[in-house]
């Protein structure tokens, strides 16, 4: 039976792959910061959010992951098919920007949780992070790669640790989260509000997620390319459809849970105890320090470390793969760098550049901010195109979206429009 039980196991996380890296790396600690913030300050009342968004955001991976799929071409390279290649180009363009000030995010808050722990100066281990990040995507096989980034998803269940080290009032939490009107902090305005509630949505619904799962399984497809042959076999293409449906849904519900657990954790800590200016990841580590015991501290830290070693490589990989895939440039980490030098360059590129903003002590609220604003921009229209190219029967064949995945398509396509319009709103 145990031997039964461990196959079992065994199969099911083989299954497992594109998605639940993607989903892990969508708590990265820019994102950590994000839900942190939205805990501390208000308390249950953003819950909601993260309710709404996860089955928009299990509709849209599970789209770019059928586009890469079916189509055996990354999602830039589907974009160029109907758009004009001058919009593919500025999409793709803010795409690169708004990774590269998310990779410097990250590695400053990786570099300072490394300080809160052991001391130090944050800019040896910025630039420590920021050549590891390189090393390991250039030196590293494929193969190799996605292993390390599968186990480091396990880093995101140190949040899960700090819910379990602290006491939290679930009662009030459902209510809150049901009815987020009947708690609101004073001195805090309705623009504040609808800020945080478009930084959480902008947080978890990000560009680089799709670029990155649809390259993804493109990789896979070259890897087995007598498999990908099949793909337009009912039996073959229906299996592996069920395994991108797993895949994802497993890979989102983990990354929202673990949304969740922050934002709760930050709440009955933080804000129960008045610390309701959260700049940073690190800063909420630091903060739990004094109300919820060293070990909460220190668990929190180190599953900063560990998701943004998992977040940095898929930043600078989606940025790389789009930019190869509009220029036609071989790309992939299967390929060695004598093979695919540009989409290696880009990468390095991308992280260097982060490195360099992050050793420059970039205000991190500030890059946080242009990163959503970024992101809140090109969004709507990726999102856009690809609800097209999903329902495009010259593009996907027979393969194109069912009516349910039509619908959660266009809801969180719609979701992120009125994001977008409430930034700009509260902006001016």
Not at 82 to 102: F, G, H, K, Q
């Amino acid at each position: 039976m145990a031997r039964m039980n461990a196959t079992r196991m065994s199969q099911f996380t083989d299954r497992l792959g594109p998605g639940l890296i993607t989903g892990a790396a969508d708590d990265d600690p820019s994102g950590i910061a994000t839900y942190s913030q939205a805990g501390s300050q208000f308390r249950f009342g953003l819950v909601w959010t993260l309710l709404l968004t996860t089955p928009l955001m299990i509709g849209i991976q599970m789209l770019s992951a059928r586009i890469g799929w079916v189509t055996g071409e990354g999602l830039a390279a589907n974009i160029a098919k109907v758009c004009p290649r001058w919009l593919t180009i500025v999409l793709v363009s803010l795409l690169v920007v708004a990774n590269t000030i998310n990779i410097a995010a990250d590695i400053g808050a990786m570099a300072e949780a490394v300080r809160l722990l052991a001391g130090g100066r944050a800019v040896l281990y910025i630039l420590g992070f920021g050549a590891l990040s390189v090393l390991g995507q250039v030196y590293f096989s494929y193969e190799r790669t996605v292993r390390i980034l599968k186990w480091l998803t396990l880093a995101l269940f140190s949040y899960f640790a700090v819910i379990l080290s602290v006491s939290v009032p679930w009662k009030d939490a459902i209510r809150e989260s049901l009815q987020p009107w009947t708690y609101f902090p004073a001195g805090v305005s309705q623009s504040d509000y609808a800020g945080m509630v478009v930084a959480v949505l902008g947080t978890t619904i990000s560009p680089y997620l799709f670029f990155w799962q649809a390259a993804q399984e493109v990789e896979d497809n070259h890897r087995r390319p007598a498999a990908a042959r099949l793909r337009l076999h009912p039996e073959y293409a229906a299996e592996h459809l069920s395994r991108i449906k797993q895949d994802t849904y497993v890979g989102m519900l983990f990354s929202n849970a673990i949304a969740l657990c922050i934002v709760v954790a930050t709440a009955v800590t933080l804000n129960q105890h008045g610390i309701t200016n959260i700049q940073s990841s690190s800063q909420a580590a630091e903060a739990l320090r004094p109300v919820a015991g060293e070990f909460a501290f220190a668990v929190f830290a180190l599953g900063i470390i560990g998701t943004g070693l998992l977040a940095v490589p898929v930043l600078a990989g989606s940025a790389a793969y789009a930019v190869s895939e509009v220029f036609g440039w071989k790309a992939g980490l299967s390929h060695g760098f004598h093979e695919a030098r540009g989409f290696y360059l880009i990468i390095v590129a991308a992280t260097a550049v982060g490195t360099l903003m992050s050793s420059l002590e970039v205000d991190p609220i500030k890059a946080l901010v242009w990163s959503a604003i970024v992101n809140g921009v090109i969004s709507v229209p990726i999102m856009v195109v690809m609800m097209w190219i999903g329902q495009s029967e010259p593009i996907m064949g027979t393969l194109t979206m069912s009516r349910r995945h039509r619908i959660f398509g266009w809801s969180a396509t719609l979701v992120m429009g009125l994001a977008v319009i409430v930034l700009a709103a509260t902006s001016v």
